[in-house]
């Protein structure tokens, strides 16, 4: 079965970094695009990062210049470094990966929490 396992989440203050950690039971490279979601509290799922096999990203607006996605091919892992976190990127993060080509893929989900 294949999985997308995170980690990394936490509570951080505002201004802080967090870095989160995507981990696929099998090779990155049966999986493109990839990238994290989050979903705050009432609110829909949204697109935060994502990348492709061949190195391309793309970003939400609000992350632009903050947010950071990478991956390790060797580690089959997807990073997702936040800096200057705000309250506002308070949420459950998701790692996503479109499998194949056609089977579409979540992790379970990690909670980030800026706050002071």
């Known amino acids: 079965q294949v999985q997308l396992v995170e980690s990394g989440g936490g509570l951080v203050q505002p201004g802080g970094s967090l870095r989160l950690s995507c981990a696929a039971s099998e090779s990155i490279f049966s999986f493109n695009p990839m990238g994290w979601y989050r979903q705050a509290p009432g609110k829909q799922r949204e697109l935060v990062a994502s990348?492709?096999?061949?190195?391309?990203?793309n970003y939400a607006d609000s992350v632009k210049g903050r947010f950071t996605i990478s991956r390790d091919n060797a580690k089959s892992t997807v990073y997702l470094q936040m800096n200057s976190l705000k309250p506002d990127d308070t949420a459950v993060y998701y790692c996503h990966g479109l499998y194949l080509a056609r089977h579409v893929c979540w992790g379970q989900g990690t909670q980030v929490t800026v706050s002071s």
């Open positions: 990348i492709t096999s061949s190195g391309t990203t």
